[in-house]
T-cell receptor, first 108, second 115 residues
Framework: RKEVEQDPGPFNVPEGATVAFNCTYS??????FFWYRQDCRKEPKLLMS???SGNEDGRFTAQLNRASQYISLLIRDSKLSDSATYLC?????????FGAGTRLTVKP | GAGVSQTPSNKVTEKGKYVELRCDPI?????LYWYRQSLGQGPEFLIY????????DSGLPNDRFFAVRPEGSVSTLKIQRTERGDSAVYLC?????????????FGNGTRLTVT
């Protein structure tokens, strides 16, 4: 079983749609959680950290469920510029592991 | 400020050759990571350093791969007797390492092609 699992998609949504991604992790001792965004042929860039109480950054909302060992990312009012691959990342101490990513395409 | 710098950005080599990939982390970052990413996949963990020492090298696929960070700053990933299956983007990242929730900051990667 992979340490971090994501639905690879692709998710194809129209502009303005709301889309949600889930990610599960296997190590119950994981301490920190993140969502990264990766554009084609570019490096991953931090989108947001995920906090236990859930957190929001503009149109993006991240949630953590420790009991079920999953994290989620919700994107509201999708923009064309949101098209990218979204990587889930899980950290224990300084050891960070990534999921395979979920590909999102937002269409006009 | 300067981000993570990786050189070269592209490297084409013949099967069986030796290559070195360099990573210059963000100044002051104590933790440095190497990942490998193939098309359509997420970053695959290779090794991470805390200071000069390899804290976890469990991701190195075999003994052809080796990495060093002699002064706790710049790191070099070394691949001996390259194989076509080594072709991938090699990503380096660093973090402050001070707090468990500190994120990783990635360089642009080195695209390695073994012919």
């Amino acid at each position: 079983r992979k340490e971090v699992e994501q639905d690879p998609g692709p998710f194809n949504v129209p502009e303005g749609a709301t889309v949600a991604f889930n990610c599960t992790y296997s190590n119950s001792a994981s301490q920190s959680f993140f969502w990264y965004r990766q554009d084609c042929r570019k490096e991953p860039k931090l989108l947001m950290s995920v906090y236990s109480s859930g957190n929001e950054d503009g149109r993006f909302t991240a949630q953590l469920n420790r009991a079920s060992q999953y994290i989620s990312l919700l994107i509201r009012d999708s923009k064309l510029s949101d098209s990218a691959t979204y990587l889930c990342a899980v950290k224990k101490n300084n050891d960070m592991r990534f999921g395979a990513g979920t590909r999102l395409t937002v269409k006009p | 400020g300067a981000g993570v710098s990786q050189t070269p950005s592209n490297k084409v080599t013949e099967k069986g050759k030796y290559v070195e990939l360099r990573c210059d982390p963000i100044s002051g970052h104590t933790a440095l990571y190497w990942y490998r990413q193939s098309l359509g996949q997420g970053p695959e963990f290779l090794i991470y350093f805390q200071g000069t020492g390899a804290a976890d090298d469990s991701g190195l696929p075999n003994d052809r791969f080796f990495a060093v960070r002699p002064e706790g700053s710049v790191s070099t990933l070394k691949i001996q007797r390259t194989e076509r299956g080594d072709s991938a983007v090699y990503l380096c990242a660093s973090s402050s390492g001070t707090f468990g929730d500190s994120p990783l900051h990635f360089g642009n990667g080195t695209r390695l092609t073994v012919t």
